[in-house]
């Protein structure tokens, strides 16, 4: 598929997903957002791909919404669309592994967007930060929710409230990002967790995405409920009779998705 947007390229089982608007610092208009859920939606049907790492450019992931495209409406259009409503919840749809991995800004919807992947992967020139405040509106997908729950409300409230920027180190401190890499390691390290995601029985890879998911959904009593149903379910699986005898006989497990 052919994007105006994104540059979308597999390698072996990974779909690397690039947004592509270089003149915008990749401002997400509703093209880019149209085509990403495309994509992404695309990457979790075919049965090639085992994972997927979504990036940017060098100098921003994404610098946030599109504030050219927005800046005129009024509230019936942007409450009648849903705006970014329906186009964030074919991403948050996604059952395989999305791994952001973020260089430069990741401004607003652009560190809205990173915090929609399954976690992220920094370069040391990232920076995060929503700055919605100083537009004279709110974060709209994430940025004072999922925010608040990766680095706790004393972080959200500054960002949310000051609109600073956070560079990648005080994300990695806060526990916005898994891990910092020098900028030009960022992609292969992001391909490198990639191709060890898609090693594993992608049963088992879906269902430890919905179980630590449903971490942020629920009270502790249901959240390990549901991790402790879902850890018995597994022993259905091929791949948790292979992956034990081969850890018994010593040898690499030949996970089999089943
Ligand atoms: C539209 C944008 C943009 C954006 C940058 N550009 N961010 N266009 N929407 N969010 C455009 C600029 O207008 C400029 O185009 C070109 O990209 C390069 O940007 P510069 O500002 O010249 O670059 P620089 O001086 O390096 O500053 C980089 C920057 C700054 C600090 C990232 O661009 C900036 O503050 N951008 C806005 C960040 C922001 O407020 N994000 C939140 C958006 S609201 P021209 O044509 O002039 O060369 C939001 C709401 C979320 O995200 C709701 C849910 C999605």
């Known amino acids: 598929m052919a994007f105006e947007t994104l540059i979308v390229e597999t390698e072996d089982d990974i779909a690397l997903i690039r947004l592509n608007r270089p003149e915008a610092l990749n401002a997400l208009n509703s093209t880019l957002l149209d085509e990403l859920s495309k994509a992404l939606t695309e990457a979790d049907r075919n ?44 991403i948050q749809r996604v059952r395989k592994p999305i791994i ?3 260089s430069g800004y990741a401004l607003g919807g652009g560190c809205e967007l990173a915090m929609i992947c399954d976690f992220i992967i920094a ?24 925010l608040t729950r990766f680095v706790g409300k004393a972080k959200a409230m500054d960002m949310n409230l000051t609109g ?25 390290e992001a391909m490198a967790a990639a191709r060890k995601i898609a090693e594993k029985s992608q049963v088992t890879v879906k269902a430890v995405k919905e179980s630590v998911n449903r971490a ?14 879902t850890f ?21 497990a030949q996970f089999r998705d089943r």
């Open 47 to 90: 049965d090639k791909i085992r994972c997927i790492v979504l990036t940017g450019s060098e100098k921003a992931f994404a610098a946030g919404a599109d504030i050219k495209e927005m800046s005129q409406k009024s509230f019936v259009e942007v409450y009648n669309e849903d705006l970014f409503g329906a186009k964030i919840e074919a």
């Open 100 to 102: 952001a991995a973020v």
């Open 123 to 146: 370069a040391e020139n990232a920076k995060f930060g929503q700055p919605e405040v100083n537009l004279g509106v709110v974060a709209g997908i994430g940025g004072t929710q999922r």
């Open 164 to 188: 600073r920027f956070m560079d990648a180190a005080e994300a990695e401190r806060a526990g916005l990002v898994s891990r910092v890499v020098p900028t030009p390691k960022l992609l292969p």
């Open 216 to 229: 942020y959904e629920t009270t502790l009593r249901e959240g390990l409920l549901f991790e402790r149903r």
């Open 232 to 252: 018995h379910s597994m022993f259905a699986t091929e791949d948790q009779k292979e992956g034990m005898a081969a850890f018994l006989e010593k040898r690499e």
